[in-house]
């Protein structure tokens, strides 16, 4: 099973609101990651997380913050946001720290409004 | 830092056709080479990968190819068919540099014509 799952699927925020993110894996994967995905573009990485430590933070503004709370959750919170923040927010795990082997969730959609 | 070009951006086929779209990367370090399909409002799934030790990698009806000497790697599909209408992104990553995370290419829109 390679299911990554993500929660909620969309998410419709004002600019002074606080909300978060979900993703979960089951498969012991060691590294879990954020991506950033606007429309018609490649996913943009946000966060590595490496055996729940931060490991990559990809220059994000502090308005978005990461939260690793066990090997199998990651959260990302969201406060403040601007509408230009709106976009697919993906989740992804790997077994090792390498990178490879990534799989993906299946996004939040995020509009900031 | 790495770079990976992937090209075509659009690439229109009918249905029974083969596919092919190839990628160029620019660190010789980089050893693996996933590609990943994506469809409308679903995260990508990877689909098949190649590593550097290896130059071609079969799963049914798609094969990667990889030219380290070139720097260049493809995707092929053959016999393609209606639900292979996605995007593809190719990726690469190297295990020798401090950031260890995925590179992707810009991405190519196919569409299989019925």
């Known amino acids: 099973d390679t299911e990554v799952t993500q929660t909620p699927k969309h998410l419709v925020m004002g600019m002074t609101n606080k909300k978060s993110l979900k993703c979960e894996q089951h498969?012991?994967?060691?590294?879990m990651y954020w991506y950033k995905q606007k429309a018609k573009k490649p996913p943009e990485l946000m966060f590595v997380?490496?055996?729940?430590?931060?490991?990559i933070n990809e220059s994000v503004p502090s308005r978005f913050s990461p939260e690793c709370p066990n090997s199998s959750l990651l959260n990302l919170h969201l406060h403040a946001l601007q509408p230009e923040d709106s976009a697919l927010y993906l989740c992804?795990?790997?077994?090792?720290?390498?990178?490879?082997?990534?799989?993906f969730g299946p996004g939040t959609r995020l509009t900031v409004t | 830092g790495e770079n990976v070009e992937q090209h075509p951006s659009t690439l229109s086929v009918q249905e029974g056709d083969s596919a092919v779209i190839k990628c160029t990367y620019s660190?010789?370090?980089?050893?693996?080479f996933p590609w990943y399909k994506q469809e409308l409002g679903k995260g990508p799934q990877l689909i098949i990968d190649?590593?550097?030790?290896?130059g071609e990698k079969k799963d049914q009806r798609i094969a990667v190819t990889l030219n380290k000497t070139a720097k260049h790697f493809s995707l092929h599909i053959t016999e393609t068919q209606p639900e292979d209408s996605a995007v593809y992104f190719c990726?690469?990553?190297?295990?020798?540099?401090?950031?260890?995370?995925?590179?992707f290419g810009s991405g190519t829109r196919l569409q299989v014509q019925p």
């Open positions: 992804a795990s790997s077994q090792g720290t390498r990178a490879d082997e990534q799989y």
């Open positions: 498969m012991g994967h060691r590294a």
């Open positions: 190649i590593r550097s030790n290896v």
């Open positions: 660190d010789s370090a980089s050893n693996y």
């Open positions: 997380y490496s055996y729940e430590k931060l490991s």
């Open positions: 990726a690469a990553s190297s295990p020798y540099t401090g950031r260890r995370a995925l590179t």
